[in-house]
């Protein structure tokens, strides 16, 4: 049978009025809280050449882009699947500012396929960066406003989960390419077989394969290892500055998603009630070499409609 023309496809949505207006709502809420922590807002634009939106981001998020030809120029253009590259070459090259620069952003994105356990392929993006800022405060900054941001939404409890691709990477870097594949697999299943003859290489990988739980159960697994033990001081360091330590923490040291993409600390804010991820973000310093400019970075982003649903 012939599907009708009119039918979305599949991972496409559109809002009707009632949550239309939520999401406007919502949008306006966090944007005013962005701009009360001094957050500049950009617009860029939904296509831009594909050189420029793959530039250091990357092959998982590249192979999430959508690809057109630009009739004008001839030249290959691609729908953005994330604007935070976006925002790092506004700060590299727009702005160029020699100091600390925040910005915001709130727009729609494409992606090839759904990612990350979601059916939606066209995320409302909402999300916050801070660039130019290594310090440790500036990751408390984003955590701390990423947790700010989902209590506009929602009280239920929520869990903020940390990993450290700095620490991770630190481990993997004596691995070629094809190798590292399959450990990151491994870790990802937390399966000791498949990364055991990887392991006898490395023994700290199977310290990092058992680097989940509670903090202060995964500090005690991981004093032996130095790099690990650096990922687990600063995890200890930020949670103790989160609301004077009271939230529900867990450590993950071998969480692998965004490997390519981040460098230091990431973390996910995760509804507990209904085991949904919230919020994702993290440190990806030097992502702006592509454009010319290295700088620290560090930010977090959401699926606004994700979070306009929780009040539902």
């Not at 599949?10 to 701009?35: K, M, Q, S, T, V």
């Not at 057109?68 to 506004?90: E, H, K, Y």
Request: aromatic share 6%; net charge negative; hydrophobic share 45%.
């Amino acid at each position: 049978m012939t599907r009708p023309s009119w039918i979305l496809p599949d991972g496409l949505e559109e809002c009707l009025p009632e949550e239309a207006w939520a999401i406007e709502a919502g949008r306006r809420a966090c944007l005013d809280l962005f701009r009360d922590h001094e957050f500049g807002l950009v617009m860029p634009p939904m296509l831009e050449y594909l050189d420029s939106l793959t530039s250091g981001v990357g092959q998982d998020l590249a192979d999430q882009i959508m690809v057109v030809t630009d009739r004008v120029s001839g030249r290959l253009m691609g729908i953005r699947p994330d604007m935070t590259p976006q925002a790092a070459r506004i700060d590299a090259h727009a702005l160029n500012e020699s100091g600390v620069t925040k910005l915001c952003y709130c727009g729609s994105v494409l992606r090839a396929v759904a990612s990350g356990g979601e059916t939606s392929r066209s995320p409302l993006q909402l999300g916050a960066e801070i660039f130019g800022d290594p310090r440790l405060e500036a990751d408390v900054a984003v955590v701390q406003l990423a947790l700010d941001t989902v209590r506009l939404f929602t009280d239920e409890p929520v869990l903020v989960d940390f990993g450290h691709m700095g620490a991770l990477k630190a481990l993997l870097h004596q691995f070629d390419d094809a190798t590292r594949a399959h450990i990151l697999d491994a870790l990802a299943r937390k399966d000791r077989e498949a990364l055991a003859p990887f392991a006898a290489r490395e023994t700290a990988l199977e310290t990092v394969r058992q680097a989940y739980g509670d903090l202060q159960t995964v500090l005690s697994k991981i004093d032996g290892v130095a790099a690990l033990r650096l990922a687990g001081s600063e995890i200890t360091d930020i949670a103790k500055a989160l609301n004077g330590g009271a939230l529900s923490v867990s450590v993950d040291l071998g969480e692998t998603h965004g490997f390519r993409y981040h460098t230091g600390l990431v973390f996910g804010i995760y509804s507990l009630s209904r085991d949904q991820l919230l919020v994702r973000g993290g440190r990806y310093d030097h992502v702006g070499e592509s454009f010319g400019r290295a700088r620290a970075a560090t930010g977090f982003s959401a699926d606004l409609k994700t979070l306009v649903r929780l009040a539902d």
